[in-house]
């Protein structure tokens, strides 16, 4: 019995190469894919038949084992994946076809299990995985309704926010007109959107005594960027009264950027470049 072969063969360009090793066993060309991996590029996938990347494949159908050849050389910044393409594994089972219980047919029937094993978690690796306390009877396999929320991927799960329908930021003022800003006015917010993003200005330096500083949030989650445009007619924003930045005074002249997120209850300090006045 075989005791692992890889279902995977994997090589990086370096404008040399044009040969990829396989171990798994193969009977035909079609049993193979080519997958040719670049970074912000659409991926190219095609099957062992393919003579647009493919010059040739030869495969050992008994052993297994084989070599895709290129027409031409495997390109720096790519990633090729030469995979078992195919849903049923083509071990041979020799199993079925004897009438006696023999170690051959022993050793045939686990590498065909064997091989489904590995083909199976090959095609679920990138699928949805659920808890296991997770009742799937009760579970709706459906993603949210877009139009009712926002769903987003923050790199290690999804969240949806309910309510906010776009991650365009709503952006109000630019750098050339600015949003003037009062100190009883504070920093206007009426945003429904996902990113919010303000241009500010405060006409010979302002420090913000609205109560509060900035108006509510519409929705948990909601990112509030304010960007200062002038270092004479710079914006002081304090802690308390609906913002929290950690006790200190955020003072956004030119260029400087700060940006809050809004937690049900007051805008709280995410990160910023602005100076802290002494």
Known sequence: MIEYFDTRSIALGDNVTTEIQFDFLITKKA?????????GVTPVIVDGNDTTYISDVTFDPIQGGGTVTLLAALVTGKTYYVDLNVVDPVQ????RNRSVYDLRGFESAIDYIVTQVQTLFRNSERSLRFKRHVDITAFSPFLPDP??????NDGTK??????????????????????????????????????????VKGTGG????????????TNIGQELTIIGTSDTDYVDIQDLTGVITGDQTIRLGSNSIATFFWNGLNWVIKSTNGLIPA
């Open 31 to 39: 049993d193979l894919q080519l997958s040719i991996i670049q970074s």
């Open 92 to 95: 041979p089972n020799l199993f």
């Open 147 to 152: 139009s009712a929320g926002y769903m987003y």
């Open 158 to 199: 999804f969240i949806y926010v309910a309510g906010i329908n776009t991650e365009t930021p709503s952006i109000v003022g630019t750098l050339a007109t600015p949003e003037s800003i009062t100190a009883a006015g504070g920093i206007p917010f009426s945003g429904a959107n996902w990113k919010n993003v303000i241009f």
């Open 206 to 217: 302002v420090i913000i005594t609205a109560n509060p500083k900035i108006p509510a949030g």
